[in-house]
C-alpha cells in the first residue's frame, strides 16, 4: 500500500489519499504503517507539507468507513438519473 501511495504521489500528486476496506478496519496499526513508510519511501524528495499538511491528513480511511462503498456507488447512480 506504501508503495502503490508513492506511486500516486508523484504521478498524480492527489490531495489526499484515502485508504479503506477490511484490512483497515481490521488492522488500525495499517494506515500509520503506511504513512511511515510513504515518508521513509520519498526520503526527501517532495515537500510534504506542501501536499496537504500532516501524513495523518493526507492519507485516511473514508469517512463513512464501511459505508462508503455502497453509498459511493448509490451516488453515482443517483447523479446518472
Keep these: 500500500m ?5 506511486t500516486l504521489v508523484l504521478t498524480t500528486a492527489p490531495r489526499r489519499i484515502m485508504i479503506g476496506g477490511g484490512g483497515v478496519e481490521q ?3 495499517l494506515l ?3 504513512r511511515r513508510l510513504l515518508v521513509a519511501s520519498l526520503n526527501g524528495y517532495l515537500d510534504l507539507e506542501a ?3 500532516s501524513m ?9 468507513a464501511a459505508l462508503a462503498g455502497p453509498l ?3 451516488a ?5 438519473l
Design 2 to 6: 506504501a508503495q502503490l501511495a508513492h
Design 27 to 29: 488492522r488500525p496499526a
Design 32 to 34: 500509520p504503517l503506511v
Design 51 to 53: 501536499l496537504g499538511g
Design 56 to 64: 495523518d491528513d493526507y492519507i485516511v480511511a473514508p469517512g463513512l
Design 72 to 74: 459511493g456507488a448509490l
Design 76 to 80: 453515482l447512480a443517483a447523479d446518472a
